[in-house]
């Protein structure tokens, strides 16, 4: 069985997440958006951690099943933050656990360290070599996957308080990484620069607040099993076996793709910034270095595909391509309607990206639409590139496109970290 995962969510108990986040609402837009297994969220946290011991039935795959058969995994993002070297790390980790019962020990683990009560993604002053070892101690089917590792923030190699490999994060405990998730800004190609992650499996998923399809599955990762279990998850994510091959957004989507200041109004690729020598021109303050540059100090080599690395796809949601030809925002009814409509030609939002012909487009959508699905599909939708908290936006015949806003719509999608990610 081929199956489209998300494992990397947030439940309505993390910082600016939709308050409608429960089982029910990521079931149903899991099915509309084509993903057939997603992660829990949010396990550490007291309330989150009774509905879904409430919501999702174990039955000894690891694997957890709502009412109607739908597949989660136990999931967790976690924050560390600590001082190395006299630089301050913040470092975001996703973990992925086999039962309840090993969840409850990662949580009284946690209990001994602080809270876990006042926000879904829990904060820590633990050492990353320290978090693992005591996560190997719990069990060694626990799963730890460094979060979009290039996020200037909070991530393994970050420009603001990121490391240089995954061995000086991790010490004699980086022999328990096995991937590690690309973040919106980059994507495989990007990370392929680095002879140092030739022997990690890249993966990718969405870390989103909220449900909705625009949001939900935008990165993913393709597994192909005899039957899903959590022992052929793990064997996947470690050994690459099973794992496919993974969905992306253009990395130019990603909010921290170029270097800037959002708050100038200032965007740089690497090469400007150079020239300003990381220097805000309007306010004369560093620039957020995005991950573009921070790929290009890493990389040991051109771009070009390594033996036996995965491929991957690249497209954006559909509502963003909705919007785009529609000059309406996303939450908008007009979006909506549309949406709906085309959904008829296809299984669900990912075949109708990914798979189904033009032939059966132009029946529900006009051409105009049909073509932007097309060049999505093909990777060559132009995107202005995203810097410092804003995401890149879609370009209509290389213009950024005036959209109609309603409100009262609008304001029911996500929220957003916008400082962060």
Known sequence: ???????????????????????????????????????????????????????????????????????????????????????????????????????????????????????????????????????????????IIPAHIWTPWFSLFGSKSGFDSVEECFGE???????????????????????????????????????????????????????????????????????????????NYGKYHFDGHRNCNVSFSPEESKKHNGICPVCKRPLTIGVLNRVDELADRKQGKPKDAKPFKRIIPLHEILSLVLKSSMATKKVWAKYYEILKAGKNEFDILLNVSKEELLKVADKEIVDIIMLNRQGKLEIKPGFDGEYGVPLLNGKEVVKEEKPELVKKSQTGLGDFF
């Open 173 to 251: 405990q980086a022999k328990h990484i096995h991937a590690l998730e690309t973040g919106l800004s980059s994507d495989p190609e990007m990370n392929w620069r680095l002879s140092k992650l030739d022997n990690y499996n890249l993966v990718s998923f969405s870390d989103s607040h909220s449900f909705w399809p625009w949001r939900i599955g935008r990165e993913s990762t393709v597994f192909e099993f005899k039957e899903l279990t959590y022992a052929n998850l793990i064997k996947a994510l470690r050994t690459g076996e099973g794992l496919v091959e993974t969905i992306e957004v253009d990395p």
């Open 1 to 143: 069985m081929r199956i489209i995962s998300d494992l990397h969510l947030h439940s309505r108990y993390s910082r600016a997440c939709s308050a409608q986040l429960n089982i029910q609402n990521l079931e149903k837009w899991a099915k509309t958006k084509g993903l057939g297994l997603l992660g829990t969220s949010d396990f550490c946290h007291p309330e989150w951690i009774k509905e879904l011991k409430k919501e999702l039935k174990e039955d000894g795959s690891g694997i957890l099943k709502t009412e109607s058969g739908f597949p989660f995994v136990l999931q967790n993002e976690i924050s560390l933050i600590y001082t190395h070297k006299y630089k301050g790390r913040r470092i975001h980790l996703v973990v992925l656990a086999p039962s309840f019962e090993i969840v409850d020990k990662i949580t009284k683990y946690l209990l001994s360290k602080g809270r876990v009560d006042y926000d879904g993604r829990p904060m820590f002053n633990i050492p990353c070599p320290e978090f693992v070892e005591e996560m190997m101690k719990i069990s060694r089917d626990i799963e």
